[in-house]
């Protein structure tokens, strides 16, 4: 439910890309959003869209790349995509495992015109 | 006119996080053990506080920040135990941010020994924001449900301990604490729980012993 200040978060890096590029428009962002981010990405398009106008991002569209969650076991040293919150290894089926991916929020590219 | 698409994989959590790990060096460097206090509005994390309060006065001192959106009325419940209280109200944000933690850590006086942190009453957003915390707890109380661990499992898989409580209230309701323990550790596999009754007391001492013992655990990484 806070995915208006993370794009206020978003706008951020696109703002700072912009200059560093010497960019004068944002025309695509792709957001990486793990499915264990607590964020909702219909809201996330929804929030993008609200917060765009007027800014250099006006006609910018927002894609949003879903990351599973990957799971790597210390214990035989396999990693594996997991589908649902039965977090246990796929191969020796320990219950000690690390989530590798899948909780994070990356803004993953940008497309810039110059 | 050229359009170019530039690969830049910045997180968008990354200033948080940032400002979580200063936080963090903070309290480890002055000797305290933050606890951040994760759970739907009405579980019981301001009766645990004053519950721990009393448990703890005259052996260990503490200090509370309280995160609300709107009043005053936690932190004013808090120092009526005798504890330091500062009251961050977000007006609307769903979840403190570490930022918001190192505007008042300034404050917070160097010789306590527990800095918790009560976080917005939401079982959801304060799960993605790391405060800086060295423990999490998370609050499940019986009258929600034991179903609760797998619709918001990533309040669960944050946390390093369960803590059940309004046990109190277990022979009124349907709530089985075991399941909802099994629920919590399939996500969390280690998941440290206890079942408690803040206004009767029980398993207060477990709880109390718990968060004694990762004190000292703190402390002693620090030699």
């Known amino acids: 439910m806070h995915e208006l200040s993370l794009v ?3 706008f951020e890096v696109l703002e700072d890309e912009a200059r560093r590029h010497g960019a004068a428009k944002v025309t695509r962002v792709v957001l990486k959003v793990g499915v264990m981010s607590g ?3 219909e809201l996330l398009l929804s929030a993008f869209d609200m917060y765009k ?3 250099l991002a006006e006609t910018a569209r927002l894609e949003i790349v879903p990351v599973p969650v990957k799971l790597r076991c210390p214990g035989c040293g ?3 995509v997991r589908e649902d919150t039965d977090f246990s290894c796929a191969g020796c089926g ?6 590798v991916e899948g909780r994070d929020l990356f803004v993953e590219t940008v497309d810039l015109e110059t | 006119m050229t359009a170019k698409t530039i690969t830049v994989a910045r997180d968008l959590l990354a200033s948080n996080k940032l400002a979580a790990a200063a936080i963090r060096q903070e309290l480890r460097g002055r000797g305290i053990l933050g606890v951040n206090l994760l759970s739907s509005p009405g579980s019981g994390k301001t009766t645990l506080l004053e519950t721990l309060a009393d448990r703890f006065r005259g052996r260990f001192r503490m200090a509370v920040i309280e995160g609300d959106i ?3 009325r936690d932190a004013e419940r808090i120092r009526s135990k005798g504890v330091p209280a500062w009251q961050i109200t977000t007006g609307g944000a769903c979840h403190l941010e570490a930022r918001m933690i190192g505007q008042v850590l300034g404050d917070v006086p160097a010789e306590i020994d527990f800095l918790f942190i009560e976080n917005v009453g939401n079982l959801v957003c304060p799960a993605s924001y790391d405060l800086g915390e060295d423990l999490r707890l998370v609050l499940l109380s019986s009258p929600e449900g034991d179903d609760k661990p797998a619709k918001y499992p990533q309040a669960f898989l944050s946390a390093d301990a369960l803590v059940l409580t309004k046990a109190d ?4 309701l349907p709530f089985d604490p075991a399941r909802a323990a099994a629920e919590a550790q399939a996500i969390k596999p280690g998941l440290a729980v206890f079942t408690v009754s803040a206004i009767r ?3 207060i001492d477990g709880l109390a012993g718990y968060l004694v013992g990762a004190l000292e655990r703190l402390r002693s990484g620090l030699a």
């Open chain 1, 8 to 10: 206020a978060s978003v």
């Open chain 1, 39 to 41: 964020v909702v990405p």
């Open chain 1, 53 to 55: 106008k007027g800014t």
């Open chain 1, 78 to 80: 396999g990693e594996a």
């Open chain 1, 94 to 99: 320990s219950r000690r495992v690390e989530i």
């Open chain 2, 70 to 72: 709107e009043t005053e």
């Open chain 2, 169 to 172: 209230l277990l022979p009124y």
């Open chain 2, 201 to 203: 007391g029980e398993g």
